[in-house]
């Protein structure tokens, strides 16, 4: 079975830009999370989708916003970019949206912002 | 706030010996914890999951336990083998509704033969 699979893997873009990542969840499962990275640090929390809906966001501006596709395929969307946007980027599935389902995580997009 | 706290120096340890990681939080009560793994360059794969009232887990050489009143848990990995080289995060639950983890800054783990 594929696992949770995150396009591109790694992207280059300038501050001030526009960015859009890309994630397909594992087959069966509803709930996409996404995650931000800083070299060093664990994972933050950034946004949850189940069925289309969102049902948490982490301490992230405006600039970041999400969505989930009736396949349940999700993208993030970024605004406005700064230098310290610059990150790993991970993408989350599970089959259920509850804090009890494991997370299964795709390998990220790295973006670099210059 | 609520805070989740790994040791932050990489431990090293020689092949065969047992490994143990801690993960400290406070301002918490999560019924709920768990610990995943992450190699360079690859998102976190999911190790194990353990409640509240389980105390411990085990799975294969590894074992993890929960301890509400320390609030403390330690993770262990016994006969260690280098391929057990790895980054390795606790994350706890944010809210009782949403699947939000908040995860540790994670520990990294040498494992020399």
């Known amino acids: 079975d594929a696992g949770v699979t995150q396009s591109p893997t790694h992207l280059i873009k300038t501050r001030g830009q526009q960015v859009t990542l890309r994630c397909s969840p594992i087959s069966g499962h509803k709930s996409v999370s996404w995650y931000q990275q800083v070299l060093g640090q664990g994972p933050q929390f950034i946004f949850q989708y189940y069925e289309k809906e969102e049902r948490g966001r982490g301490n992230f501006p405006d600039r970041f916003s999400a969505r989930q596709f009736p396949n349940y395929s999700s993208e993030l969307n970024v605004n406005a970019l700064l230098l310290g946007d610059s990150a790993l980027y991970l993408c989350?599935?599970?089959?259920?949206?509850?804090?009890?389902?494991?997370?299964?995580f795709g390998n990220g997009t790295r973006l670099t912002v210059t | 706030s609520q805070k989740i706290e790994q040791n932050s120096e990489a431990l090293n340890i020689q092949e065969g010996k047992t490994a143990t990681l801690t993960c400290n939080y406070t301002?918490?009560?999560?019924?709920?914890l768990q610990w995943y793994r992450q190699d360079p360059g690859r998102g976190p794969v999911f190790l194990l999951l353990i409640r509240e009232n389980e105390k411990e887990k085990r799975k294969e050489r590894l074992k993890v336990t929960f301890d509400t009143t320390l609030k403390q848990s330690l993770f262990h990995i016994t006969a260690s083998q280098p391929a057990d080289s790895a980054t390795y995060l606790c994350?706890?639950?944010?809210?009782?509704?949403?699947?939000?983890?908040?995860f540790g800054q994670g520990t990294t783990l040498q494992v020399k033969p």
């Open positions: 301002n918490y009560s999560p019924a709920y």
């Open positions: 994350a706890l639950h944010g809210s009782s509704n949403t699947g939000k983890l908040i």
């Open positions: 989350a599935s599970s089959f259920y949206s509850s804090y009890n389902s494991p997370l299964h």
